[in-house]
């Protein structure tokens, strides 16, 4: 079966950095996506990958190892506007997303 | 319009009844998508649309079904509701090449009692 795992939730203080990891187990890999969701809201994307390595967008990066089957996405200077669920979404061999459950993330002063 | 609209924004239904949730957007994106959200679940893709004319099912098709006469719309209809169908509906929309990522519609709160 198709799986991604990600922590339910995760909490980190105003200036702080935290990373938020996702394992995956996909028939096929053809990307991997990071949305933000932030509550009674639609998904926004933040980032893809589909090459092994780190990309940086300003204060997120997000990271990818296929060999391991895991992403990390990474944000820095956190604010308390990044207080939301993170959702990871590997895209497959049939060029569909299958998306984990989030991480909500909670963001103290 | 800019980008992707649903409506209604929520809705209050009685099971059996039939439910059309539109989706419209203004991209001229060739794919689209109706996924459900359940709390600490993932999104489940229902329906998707890879060009206006074709359709296909995703994870979770029963009791659902969908049409893309256009580009722009693609409406998804509940024939006979069911409580087991209450959940946020998001449609979205992406286009071919590069990263293809996808755009979320505000999303429909749908109540089946």
């Known amino acids: 079966g198709q799986n991604i795992d990600q922590p339910t939730e995760m909490t980190a203080t105003e200036g702080a950095i935290v990373q938020i990891n996702c394992t995956y187990q996909?028939?096929?890999?053809?990307?991997l996506f990071w949305y933000q969701q932030h509550a009674g809201e639609a998904p926004t994307f933040l980032s893809y990958n589909v090459l092994d390595g780190l990309e940086e967008k300003g204060r997120f990066s997000s990271f990818l190892s296929r060999s391991k089957g895991y992403s990390y996405l990474l944000l820095k200077e956190l604010q308390m506007k990044d207080s939301a669920s993170y959702l990871c979404?590997?895209?497959?061999?049939?060029?569909?997303?299958?998306w984990g459950a989030g991480t909500k993330l909670i963001i103290k002063p | 319009i800019a980008g992707i609209t649903q409506a209604p924004t929520s809705q209050i239904l009685a099971a059996g009844r039939r439910m059309t949730l539109r989706c419209t957007q203004d991209m001229r994106h060739n794919a689209m998508y109706w996924y459900r959200q359940d709390l600490g679940l993932g999104l489940r893709l229902i329906h998707y649309?890879?060009?206006?004319?074709?359709?296909g099912k995703g994870e979770v098709p029963d009791g659902y079904s969908v049409s893309r006469a256009n580009t722009d719309d693609f409406p998804l209809t509940l024939a006979s509701a069911v409580p087991s169908q209450t959940s946020v509906y998001f449609c979205?929309?992406?286009?071919?090449?590069?990263?293809?990522?996808?755009?979320f519609g505000p999303g429909t709160r749908l109540t089946v009692l």
């Open positions: 649309s890879n060009t206006a004319g074709t359709t």
């Open positions: 996909t028939s096929g890999f053809n990307g």
């Open positions: 979404a590997v895209r497959d061999s049939n060029y569909q997303l299958i």
């Open positions: 979205a929309s992406s286009d071919s090449g590069g990263s293809d990522e996808q755009f």
